[in-house]
């Protein structure tokens, strides 16, 4: 059986939206914003990248904006600012908007003993679980309660996605690691 504190975490992208407007001119953005990509036969957003801090904008249309390639939420405020003020340059007109949201993090750990995939499979008579290996070589375990995804690996590593805070995500990695334990899966690293 694995040590049973908590495996670390590290976060690995953090993606979180926002509406500003409800039309943005996309073309005249892309020219008066140095750097910006733009071109709808490939992609329908401008895309802006930002290194201090570094994030990816993708802004939209609709006037929505997904910024993802954060490594911590607590950088989002300063992310979303660093866009704000270039869309502003450029003479974005800009609505009143409410501060974004995350909706993803996505978060990457091992349990430090690997796991017996089929048998973990085999002992959650599939319940939560897909298990393929000749499609993928990961276990994927989905929970209700929070909401969240996690892709566990017989090496004992693992990814979390589709939860919105780090709680959640600590949450989410426990259950995981409880059921493995119910399950008798580990096995030596």
């Known amino acids: 059986m694995s040590d049973a504190t908590a495996p670390a975490l590290a976060i690995q992208n953090v993606v979180a939206t926002v509406r500003v407007a409800t039309v943005l001119n996309l073309d005249e953005l892309a020219e008066r914003i140095p750097g910006a990509r733009y071109d709808k036969k490939k992609f329908p957003g401008l895309v802006l990248h930002r290194s201090s801090p570094k994030v990816a904008a993708l802004i939209y249309t609709p006037g929505k904006i997904v910024l993802t390639g954060m490594q911590h939420p607590d950088v989002?405020?300063?992310?979303?600012?660093?866009?704000?003020?270039?869309?502003?340059?450029?003479?974005?007109?800009?609505?009143?908007?409410?501060?974004?949201?995350?909706?993803?993090i996505v978060s990457s750990g091992t349990f430090g003993d690997g796991i017996a995939l089929q048998r973990f499979a085999i002992a959650m008579n599939l319940e939560h679980i897909e298990y393929e290996p000749e499609v993928f070589p990961g276990l994927v375990y989905r929970v209700a309660d929070p909401k969240g995804?996690?892709?566990v690996f017989g090496s004992g590593a693992f990814v979390v996605t589709g939860t919105r805070t780090e709680d959640q995500t600590a949450r989410v990695v426990a259950e995981v690691r409880n059921a493995i334990d119910q399950a008798g899966a580990w096995t030596p690293a």
């Open 76 to 104: 989002l405020p300063f992310a979303f600012s660093s866009v704000l003020e270039v869309l502003r340059a450029a003479g974005a007109e800009l609505e009143p908007f409410d501060p974004p949201r995350v909706v993803n």
């Open 149 to 151: 995804v996690v892709l």
